[in-house]
């Protein structure tokens, strides 16, 4: 009975140890392997390894820099690989496991043409790596990182966005190129299209100041962009667009167009307010003296601003009554507060014409009343021209001085030989027209005209002795004894016809003195002619006379007019 008691006990021993090996055979059988993703429940957490329960004979350890800081908390669940065993137990890698999660989303995405989200990481040569959170880096090609160009490389480094993948393999090996570009062209287009579908024209929108252009500003409305237009900042003048808004700066604005066609918006700063110019015609009238400010000039005029919204342009006829303009910034400066005249307007296209002269009084009105012809008055020369010269009567009000009323007796080439500025003459007034703004003077009428008294003494047929001046291809001019000059013309030098001008002519030279006789006096024109030929036609005449006279007073007076040639003739 014993024997039988011992045998069973042993029996029964025998079969409990089996149960144990299998069992134990059975875990080790079941036991992740390596290259295997598992999952574990976080028993320690030391300073440098995470420890997860896998269900293995020991913890598995996970080094904690795998965890880039978001550490987990003990009893939290992990997924990791098992990369193998040692002396420590199972040997896990987080990042591999994630690395084969995520190459998983990665092919899916890549399959069915969604974005995957990456971080950019590293700037290269044409573009950037970007971690996707795989064993390799992807490519994105700097045209394809932004929806605009990117001007500084370094400024999209470290930011987390959505990608499409446009290549994931080549020559059968991993190598990812991503899009950047083309997910944000998509998200702005769906941004742009929910604005065109929820705003009307009249509604306000909040924008963001994104940058600046010569015409206006853009703002972003959400991802895409709107017009601020420099004409829809103020109903007045705007010079510069960065005057009423800052870049960065967030801004109520009013729609004002929408053309979901061509994908424009256009906003408004001004439509918040009235437009002035519905009031207009209550407030100015047509010959009305307004004030108002410079705002800003051109080659052809100033414009002036009367109130906000309200500006006049003033063009540069209508400056000054007296002076000539040639840049407006002679006359005036930018935000110089100025009257003038409103000499007319349209509203339709927002327009007032302004003239400064018109809101002063017009001195050529009563010019003639002041300076009436052969009035004599003292002036500056303000300018030489090569016809003459301007004298300044009084302040803006100038008369001209042609160089043919210098002087009397001088041929005047050019006034400057004569004349300069800042010199004072005195002068008269020889033509006055209010109407055409114009005064005409002279120097020489100042004193008597030496051309009546010459005519009146040396009258045609008279003879005199002058000197040669100057010697032309034409004739020679000589100066009488009173200092009119006159011409002897080369067909009057000699009194022999058939000697050549150039022959006659070689026996005179420029201060000679010569006799001449006088053909004709011009007082009009001042001209004078005088003949070398007929000087001496008239001494043979006059000596003809003579013998003529002395025959008659001796013996029977039977002397001839052919004795007196045949006594010239032997003389």
């Known amino acids: 009975m014993e024997e039988m008691e011992v045998e069973k006990e042993g029996t029964q021993n025998s079969k409990s140890d089996f149960q144990a090996q299998l069992e134990e055979t059975l875990k080790e059988f079941n036991a992740p392997q390596a290259g295997q993703l598992v999952e574990g429940t976080v028993v320690q957490i030391t300073s440098d390894y995470v420890y997860v329960d896998i269900g293995d004979k ?17 009893g939290d669940v992990v997924q990791a690989l098992l990369t193998g065993h040692n002396q420590n137990g199972p040997v896990l890698s987080k990042k591999k496991a994630d690395s084969k999660r995520y190459l998983k989303e990665v092919q899916q995405a890549w399959k069915d043409k969604t974005p995957v989200e990456g971080v950019i990481s590293k700037v290269v040569k044409s573009g950037y790596e970007v971690n996707l959170g795989i064993e390799r880096p992807a490519f994105l090609p700097i045209s394809q990182a932004d929806a605009e160009k990117v001007e500084k490389p370094e400024s999209l480094l470290g930011l987390k966005s959505l990608f499409y993948i446009e290549r994931l393999y080549s020559d059968n090996k991993l190598n990812p190129v991503v899009n950047r570009r083309k997910y944000l062209e998509e998200s702005i287009n769906e941004k742009r299209d929910a604005f065109f579908n929820s705003v009307q024209i009249g509604d306000t929108v909040k924008g963001t100041v994104k940058s600046f252009t010569s015409f206006g500003a853009f703002i972003d409305l959400g991802g895409f962009d709107g017009l601020l237009h420099i004409n829809d900042m103020s109903w007045g003048h705007v010079s510069r667009p960065k005057d009423f808004v800052k870049k960065g700066q967030e801004i109520e604005l009013k729609v004002i167009r ?7 918006i256009n906003l408004s700063l001004k439509h918040f307010t009235e437009d002035p110019w519905i009031h207009f015609e209550e407030k100015y009238h047509v010959n009305d003296v307004v004030k108002g400010k410079v705002t800003k000039l051109t080659e052809f005029g100033a414009f002036v601003e009367l109130e906000e919204g309200i500006e006049g ?15 407006p910034s002679d006359m005036v400066t930018v935000g110089q507060e100025v009257e003038a005249m409103i000499l007319g307007y349209d509203i339709q296209a927002g327009r007032v014409s302004l003239g400064f002269k018109q809101a002063t009084e017009n001195p050529w009105e009563k010019i003639a009343e002041k300076y009436p012809v052969g009035t004599k008055v003292k002036g500056k020369i303000v300018k030489i021209t090569n016809i003459g010269a301007f004298v300044s009567l009084e302040d803006g009000i100038d008369g001209f001085l042609h160089a043919d009323d210098i002087s009397w007796t001088k041929k005047i080439k050019h006034p400057g030989s004569e004349l300069a500025v800042d010199q004072e003459v005195e002068v008269v007034v020889t033509e006055c027209d209010p109407e055409a703004h114009r005064i005409k003077v002279g120097m020489k009428q100042v004193s008597d005209n030496p051309w009546k008294k ?22 020679v001019f000589v100066k009488a004894p009173n200092g009119i000059e006159g011409l002897v013309n080369k067909s009057n030098l000699s009194d022999e016809k058939d000697v050549p001008f150039e022959e006659a002519v070689a026996k005179y030279k420029v201060g000679d003195k010569i006799n001449v006789y006088v053909v004709d006096v011009n007082v009009e024109k001042e001209k004078v002619a005088f003949s070398v030929r007929e000087f001496k036609k008239k001494q043979q005449r ?19 007019l052919g004795d007196a040639f045949k006594s010239q003739k032997n003389s």
Not at 319 to 325: A, I, L, P, R
Not at 463 to 473: K, M, R, V
Not at 542 to 560: A, H, N, W
Request: aromatic fraction near 10%.
């Open 58 to 74: 020991s913890e598995g350890l996970i080094p904690r820099m795998e965890f880039d800081g978001d550490l987990p908390k003990e």
């Open 258 to 264: 929408l053309d979901p066609e061509e994908k424009r």
């Open 313 to 327: 342009l003033v063009h540069i006829s209508e400056f000054s009554w007296t002076k000539k303009v040639n840049k």
């Open 454 to 475: 010459f005519a009146a003494e040396y009258k045609p047929g008279s003879t005199l002795e002058g000197e040669i001046t100057s010697i032309a291809d034409f004739g």
């Open 542 to 560: 006059d000596e003809i006379s003579q013998y003529m006279s002395s025959s008659s007073d001796s013996d029977d007076g039977s002397y001839t």
